[in-house]
């Protein structure tokens, strides 16, 4: 397939990995990723991500066109739907309001139950990972780290922190606990995310929670504020927060249905 | 109603009136899986039927027929909940919370889903004094059970070790409180099985049954239950009465005692059928004779039915009603003195404790 596509140019984004954006005479724009497969580990969660997103047939995830691994070279090619649209972290000012974000959120968890369902949590969102296609609706990407519950844990049991992105994961994240990973994980990054979309700011930004800590320190400690000195108190996105951003799983929303039903009275 | 499989012979338990069933639910009661106490082995899902000396390795090959044919014969019974059963440890193994997933919660819900079922699932599980105790035993058994996407409740059974025949200790009935909260906070459904008089107490916490047992173990949760002790020396509990008004069982030595020195002395317990066969003096008190287990499921069926539907309500009056079992209590003690099983020690403690659940439930 990569043999058919142009490259159009060079994307900035990829961690690791090289992107191009490319033009395939039948499936339109692509992104071609090349990247070294770096141990066992790196492959069997190329593998996973890409064997999920090419059964995942849904606007709310790029389609997955080819995948290849070259053993000589060590490296892996991806064709997958080029996305148009804007990281979510650059459209922060599209949600704003309490009513823009959860409408957001409602959208976003529709995406989510459809990998929750298959007992795979995705463990890294973030607004770098979330696309807003110019219609507004999200469209989530890099399940990269997507922990898939009904297969063994890639993560190592000795490794003081589990694979996360470290100021939007979860204490349990933070500290490996990775028995307790389950979709609550996600709803926590997602509380994360509403509450940033609402301040402007990273909730647990010790320069808006008024300590000397790190956001890291702080998520662990659980402190994060709902105010900034421009930003006032909003009871919904309070009470999201505090049913999101809770240390132990248990406190918060059980399960999506009930998460769901929250977040789709708010607006 | 619970229905007990270690009591009664699976295929009469499957010829019982639907009616009796359709609101209630098993206890698959496969706590032990190579012991076969009372009919147990009559249940088409007993381990021992699927393999003689049925071991935990064999877990790994058979979790998927075992949820088959346990979730059939509760389907087959049309109970109103399907139970997914738990194994019972004296400590328990590091992977435990791993091991159920794998061999019962998964295979269960499967099964289920695979199967169409249209009726709530119950995860059974016993907390043991150190998941109560313990903020990290506490912490990781209430993940466990709330980690499960397609579990509508739980089939929640507090393990009992103490050595009184009440519950006279105030962290514990406080923690078992708050998890029967959290639990509830998850809006699971929450249904407690093998309480004594505690169970008036756990109802402050809202949940949505309690079970009553008749005999003493039934209203503890002891796994000596299950296990064929024959060769073990049985100790014989003293007959004893419960008293609504005093929330209290009385030793019949007492009752005795009372009845020579209080002239009203039948006043302190509650009117039923039983009751006055049972004061007759030719009545020969026993633990084996059923009057008193009779008159205690009526009375405290009665009791617990009467329990206001707010929290606010009920806590209120179960304060009042210890206050007033207290005075009753200083009545009889000024001319018999009861021991520590039959006399008013746990008030105090459940009066303290509701206090302080109150105040949880204001945070």
Not at chain 1, 184 to 201: C, H, K, P, Q, S
Request: some cysteine.
């Amino acid at each position: 397939m990569i043999r058919d596509c142009t490259i159009i140019k060079e994307l900035p984004l990829g961690g690791q990995k090289k992107v191009h954006l490319a033009e395939h005479p039948v499936a339109g724009k692509v992104v071609i990723k090349r990247g070294a497969i770096k141990s066992f580990t790196s492959l069997e969660r190329i593998k996973r991500e890409v064997e999920l997103l090419s059964e995942l047939d849904s606007i709310y995830y790029p389609k997955q066109y080819h995948f290849n691994i070259d053993i000589k070279t060590k490296e892996f090619e991806i064709v997958e739907d080029f996305i148009e649209g804007k990281v979510l972290r650059d459209a922060l000012a599209q949600f704003r309001t309490p009513d823009e974000i959860f409408k957001l959120l409602n959208s976003l968890i529709d995406g989510l139950s459809i990998i929750w369902d298959k007992n795979i949590v995705h463990r890294d969102l973030k607004p770098e990972n979330i696309i807003i296609r110019p219609n507004g609706m999200p469209c989530i990407i890099d399940l990269g780290i997507a922990r898939f519950l009904d297969l063994e844990s890639l993560t190592k049991t000795i490794s003081p922190m589990g694979p996360c992105t470290p100021i939007y994961a979860t204490p349990e994240q933070l500290t490996n606990n990775k028995n307790i990973i389950d979709p609550r994980t996600d709803f926590f990054n997602l509380g994360i995310i509403a509450l940033e979309l609402y301040l402007g700011v990273h909730p647990f930004d010790p320069t808006y929670v008024g300590n000397h800590y790190s956001i890291v320190e702080n998520i662990l400690q659980n402190k994060y504020t709902l105010v900034t000195p421009s930003v006032t108190y909003d009871d919904k996105i309070a009470q999201f927060s505090y049913q999101t951003l809770q240390t132990q799983p248990y406190n918060r929303f059980r399960n999506y249905t009930i998460l769901k039903s929250f977040v789709s009275k708010q607006y | 109603m619970i229905f007990s499989p270690v009591n009664i012979d699976a295929d009469k338990l499957l010829a019982l009136d639907v009616d009796l069933k359709k609101t209630g639910f098993l206890d698959p009661q496969l706590y032990l899986l190579n012991e076969a106490k009372g009919t147990l082995d009559t249940y088409p899902y007993f381990p021992g039927n699927l393999k003689p000396d049925f071991t935990t390795p064999d877990l790994d090959t058979s979790q998927l027929q075992l949820a088959q044919l346990c979730i059939d014969y509760q389907i087959d019974n049309d109970f109103k909940y399907m139970i997914i059963p738990t194994r019972y440890y004296v400590d328990y193994p590091t992977s435990y919370f791993e091991q159920s997933t794998d061999y019962f919660v998964t295979p269960f819900c499967e099964y289920i889903r695979a199967k169409n079922i249209d009726k709530k699932i119950l995860l059974s599980v016993i907390v043991k004094s150190i998941m109560l105790s313990d903020e990290e035993k506490r912490n990781e058994v209430l993940n466990w059970i709330t980690g499960h996407q397609h579990i509508d409740g739980v089939y929640l059974i507090f393990e009992n070790n103490f050595s009184s025949k009440q519950i006279k200790d105030f962290d514990y009935l406080l923690n078992a409180l708050k998890f029967i909260k959290i639990l509830k906070d998850n809006q699971m459904e929450v249904h407690l099985g093998y309480t004594n008089t505690e169970a008036l107490l756990y109802s402050i916490a809202m949940p949505d049954s309690i079970s009553i047992g008749s005999y003493e173990n039934l209203r503890s949760f002891g796994i000596k239950r299950f296990q064929d002790l024959e060769s073990s020396p049985m100790r014989a509990p003293n007959a004893r009465l419960y008293s609504s008004k005093l929330l209290q069982w009385i030793d019949y030595d007492y009752i005795q005692a009372m009845k020579k020195l209080i002239p009203d002395y039948e006043n302190f317990f509650d009117d039923s059928e039983f009751k006055p066969l049972m004061f007759q003096p030719e009545f020969k008190w026993h633990f084996a004779k059923p009057e008193p287990y009779k008159h205690y499921f009526y009375i405290f069926d009665k009791q617990i039915k009467s329990l206001p539907d707010s929290q606010t309500d009920r806590i209120e009056q179960l304060k009042s009603d210890i206050k007033n079992a207290l005075i009753l209590f200083k009545r009889i003690k000024d001319k018999v003195l009861l021991d520590d099983d039959s006399d008013d020690s746990h008030l105090p403690t459940w009066f303290n404790v509701i206090n302080a659940y109150q105040i949880e439930i204001t945070k």
